[in-house]
Structure formats: structure tokens, C-alpha cells
């Protein structure tokens, strides 16, 4: 948007002057717009900028890890995906569909609580102890009777994911879904990303199949992390 004063966009939006004037009041409280200097024109805000700079990371990065979600989807059998920690929730931003002919959903544009969903605990597991305390202390919300409620539980739960380097979620979102999740780190030691295989739990793990399966999570963090590395220059993922 180009800069311009109340009358102007008045005019363009055809609403009153004094209307125009209170939304723009608002705008520049959420950082959307800005008003360099008392009666100036009005530009877009830093919020925006940083929206669209992150739009982009976004996007960077599911581009980058499509081929490495299509690998583990053949040597699965099962969905994968990609999500990322937005606030307190887990945000599916791409998934790759198995070819067999019992599907689960689509996730992607799904944001679920991070405790729920073994995406999220793969984040909570990487969190700064101050944050995950903060987590820990708000109500956790209960989908299923497998959802971890309890601090306690869910913490030891944590320090297995950090030490497996992996997770597993037995239908603790959803009934009759079961996940895997590994991390996808920068390239030091913040994770930007988690990959994840879900499938229907009468078939997802198969017999003995769980180490395996986890293994092929674990590789896959591991390659989308190193394809993104080189691509970080457009902007940053942010966790806490």
C-alpha cells in the first residue's frame, strides 16, 4: 500500500472520514499500519512485513521438504506431513497422502493444542524449561481418554522424546490415529519444524515395526533440516 492520509483512504473506501480514522486508530495499536509523524500519511506496519516474511519462510520450507515427505510416505506406507509451533498449537502445513486406499485426513491448515499431537510434544520436548513451564501451568484440554493431562506424565513423556529422538502418540488426539514425529532442526540445536508419518492405528505401527518407523522419521527431520539450511536467508521460524 502506498502511504496516504484519512481523507484519501477515506475516498477510496468510501466510508466516513471519522470512521476511517478510528479503524486506522486500531491498526496502528496491532502494529499494521504506522504513522510516521503526528497528521502524516499512513503505511503499512512492521506486522505486516513480518507476516509476509514469514509467509514466505513457510512456504520455502514446505517447498524443500515435499521430496523428503514423498520418501518417507514409500518407505511408510503411511501419510507424512510437517507442521510447526504456532503460539501453543501445532500448525500442519503440508501433507503427502499414501497411495493406500484407507486415508486418513488431510491436516494441512489443522492447529491443534501441542500436548495432543505428537508433532507437538516433539516441540514442548525442545522448549526452554521457563516456556514449557508456561505451557504446563494453563488447563491442558482432554480429546480423548489416551490425551495426556497430567504435567507429570506428560514431562516424563518429554524427556523419553528427547532422549529417543523421536514420538509416538497412540490416539491421543484422535481415535483410531496413530503418529510418529521427529524433530527438524536448524542447524544447530532450535527446531524450526517436526516431521511426522500418521496412519490408522489397527495397521500404523505394523507388528515390531516401531523403532523402524521412527528411525525413518528421525532421517527424514534430519534432511528436510539440511535442505533448509541454505534457504534460511528469506527470514526465520520463531519458537520460543
Not at 520418501?71 to 503440508?94: F, I, K, M
Amino acid at each position: 500500500m502506498a502511504p496516504a492520509g484519512v481523507t484519501e483512504l477515506s475516498d477510496r473506501v468510501d466510508l466516513p472520514k471519522s470512521t476511517v480514522a478510528r479503524m486506522l486508530a486500531t491498526l496502528v495499536e496491532q502494529g499494521a499500519v504506522e504513522q510516521r509523524e503526528a497528521g502524516g500519511a499512513y503505511r503499512l506496519g512492521a506486522s505486516i512485513a513480518d507476516l509476509a516474511g514469514g509467509a514466505s519462510v513457510i512456504a520455502n520450507l514446505v517447498a524443500v521438504a515435499k521430496p523428503h515427505l514423498e520418501v518417507l510416505v514409500r518407505r511408510s506406507g503411511e501419510a507424512a506431513g510437517l507442521s510447526l509451533a504456532e503460539g501453543y498449537e501445532a500448525y500442519y502445513v503440508a501433507q503427502v497422502e499414501s497411495p493406500n486406499p484407507v486415508q486418513v485426513r488431510d491436516w494441512t491448515g489443522a492447529r491443534i493444542p501441542l500436548h495432543a499431537v505428537s508433532s507437538g510434544q516433539v516441540f514442548l520436548a525442545h522448549w526452554p524449561e521457563d516456556a514449557l513451564a508456561g505451557y504446563l501451568a494453563r488447563p491442558l484440554a482432554r480429546f480423548t481418554d489416551n490425551t495426556l493431562v497430567d504435567p507429570a506424565r506428560l514431562r516424563r513423556r518429554l524427556a523419553q522424546v528427547r532422549k529417543d529422538g523421536h514420538c509416538w502418540t497412540d490416539e491421543e488426539y484422535a481415535e483410531g490415529i496413530t503418529s510418529v514425529a521427529a524433530p527438524v532442526f536448524d542447524g544447530g540445536d532450535r527446531v524450526v519444524a517436526v516431521a511426522h508419518v500418521h496412519g490408522p492405528s489397527y495397521r500404523f505401527p505394523p507388528r515390531r515395526g516401531e523403532a523402524r518407523l521412527g528411525r525413518m522419521t528421525i532421517e527424514a527431520g534430519k534432511a528436510i533440516g539440511a535442505a533448509f539450511g541454505t534457504k534460511r536467508g528469506n527470514g526465520a521460524l520463531q519458537t520460543p
